[in-house]
């Protein structure tokens, strides 16, 4: 058990540390996230009114398409280097591997969003503080069931001919539910109703998040040997 | 299963289909409501029905193939799914054909047509994906594990669009189902619905059998 | 009461059969091309003939 979360926590360690030295990733998706808040703007036209209908959906948008790009690249720098055989010739349970690679994808993604938020909250002229509790529920809840299908697909198209057009084409299809039930809850608590409202739809994701939490557990190592 | 077998299955569903025909505008009334445009209905759930079957399918043989490593299980998911996106492909067409005239649209975002949408999407791209990988071994590992999470989706989608759906408009009047089914109007769906998976234990008999000989054989004439 | 829209009708009936018989007669072609391939001269002699050896390093 220790030795497992040992193992989680060194791919975690390593993956953070490439990103803090390199700052490739982040840089590039902090900057994308700003360039979506101008294309959102000018999409939508200068209408006040429909902008802020829409935004818990462009929020959610804009957290989906800087994941496709920072999700997508999971595994791309072990693939590329030639690192996948020594993550299929691990010891012990490979699932720690898939635990790794989510949670930084996670604190990678927690990054950008936190970024995203304060944008919109400035450029759209949005009130999230008082809303900040219950909205980081949602964004927790949603964004794990975006992370936990996300870095398995990564792990599967790492190999596979045309992977950055597949991973979105497998991705966006099953993160559905999600985004329905993330822009749901995210309408209900900007409104500044309780998150108490929001309940059935929280519930419904964090059951997602824990079915695919579980599948990607059970079929990391397959996914490796591959 | 022997190809004499097979055969003889396939007559069969042609047979079904024949009743099923009948049974759907002779034997079946004209719709009150809607008159005889309701009489899609018995294409449009028979085929929903196979397509939900073909993608249980799918996930029993992802999971076949990933628990023995036997690419038998994997020429099973592979046929059961393009089967589905066939009989998926029939639902919504259908389905949309009969909404022009009832609703006066082609397609309208009701639970049952969207969360159809949702799974054809789900399963292209697990074939698309299929497409992408040439080795038959590694091909059977990576959509198994997909072929898993799609079949794990399918109730968490039909749950969140239901409930999309209640919040955003409330239930039309003229629904896919007329409430109270009159039991000529069932016997004709049943019948159908009969021939729908012959034809489709058919079709997937001939497709797995298909692939069975095309994995002995691609390896060699590839060279 | 609604008015009766045989085209409709016609057009789903149609279309389906359409679909499912093109599909039918997709898997019969693919068929036919793989015993071509099965009873072509190469696949006469499986194994040593089929798979040939890469002899020299160029």
Redesign the interface.
């Known amino acids: 058990m220790i030795a497992y979360a040992r193992r989680t926590w060194i791919v975690l360690w390593k993956d953070l540390l490439v990103e803090r030295r390199s700052k490739e990733s982040l840089n590039a998706l902090l900057f994308f996230a700003l360039l979506l808040l101008f294309l959102f703007q000018f999409a939508l036209g200068p209408d006040r009114e429909r902008l802020h209908a829409a935004l818990p959906g462009l929020l959610w948008l804009g957290f989906v398409l800087a994941g496709l790009l920072g999700l997508g690249r999971s595994f791309v720098a072990e693939r590329d280097n030639d690192c996948w055989d020594g993550l299929r010739l691990t010891p012990g349970d490979k699932s720690a591997i898939y635990l790794g690679k989510l949670a930084a994808n996670l604190v990678v993604m927690g990054a950008v969003e936190a970024v995203i938020l304060v944008l919109f909250g400035l450029f759209y002229n949005m009130d999230l503080v008082s809303v900040a509790g219950p909205l980081g529920v949602v964004l927790a809840l949603g964004t794990l069931g975006l992370a936990t299908v996300g870095t398995l697909f990564a792990a599967l198209t790492a190999g596979v001919r045309a992977r950055e057009l597949l991973f979105p084409v497998l991705l966006l299809p099953v993160q559905v539910p999600v985004l329905l039930a993330t822009v749901s809850a995210t309408q209900i608590v900007l409104a500044g109703q309780p998150l108490v409202d929001a309940a059935a739809w929280l519930r419904l994701l964090a059951g997602a998040d824990l079915v695919y939490l579980v599948i990607g557990i059970l079929t990391f190592e397959f996914v490796l040997d591959t | 299963m022997s190809a004499r077998a097979t055969r003889i299955l396939g007559g069969l569903a042609l047979l079904a289909l024949a009743v099923g025909l009948a049974a759907g505008f002779g034997y079946a009334p004209r719709e009150a409501?809607?008159?005889?445009?309701q009489?899609?209905m018995y294409?449009?759930v028979p085929?929903v029905l196979t397509a939900y079957l073909a993608f249980g399918l799918v996930l029993v043989g992802s999971i076949g193939a990933?628990a023995t490593g036997r690419a038998g299980w994997d020429r099973l998911a592979g046929a059961a799914a393009e089967?589905g996106v066939?009989f998926t492909?029939?639902t919504i067409?259908?389905g949309s054909?009969?909404g022009?005239?009832?609703w006066g649209t082609w397609w309208t975002w009701d639970a049952r047509l969207t969360s159809t949408a949702?799974l054809f999407?789900?399963y292209v791209?697990?074939l698309?994906?299929r497409a992408?990988?040439d080795e038959p071994e590694?091909r059977a590992?990576?959509a198994?594990?997909?072929g898993?999470?799609?079949a794990?989706?399918i109730p968490?989608?039909h749950?969140?669009?239901k409930?999309?759906r209640a919040?955003h408009q409330p239930s039309t009047i003229l629904g896919p189902e007329p409430s109270p089914i009159a039991a000529p109007i069932a016997a004709a769906l049943f019948v159908n619905w009969v021939a729908f998976t012959l034809?489709f234990l058919y079709?997937l008999l001939?497709?797995v059998e298909?692939a069975r000989?095309?994995d002995a054989?691609v390896p060699?004439?590839r060279? | 009461m609604m008015p009766d829209h045989w085209g409709y009708v016609l057009a789903a009936y149609g279309l389906s059969a359409a679909a499912l018989l093109g599909y039918w007669r997709h898997l019969a072609r693919r068929r036919r091309a793989l015993d071509a391939r099965l009873r072509s001269p190469r696949a006469a002699a499986p194994g040593k003939a089929a798979i040939p050896k890469k002899a020299a390093i160029r």
């Open positions: 409501v809607q008159g005889n445009v009489r899609i294409i449009h085929a990933l089967l066939l492909g029939v067409v259908s054909i009969w022009k005239p009832t949702v999407l789900v791209g697990y698309l994906l992408m990988v590694r590992r990576i198994a594990v997909v898993i999470v799609g794990a989706n968490i989608v749950f969140s669009v409930w999309w919040l034809l079709l001939r497709r298909l000989l095309e054989w060699e004439t060279r």
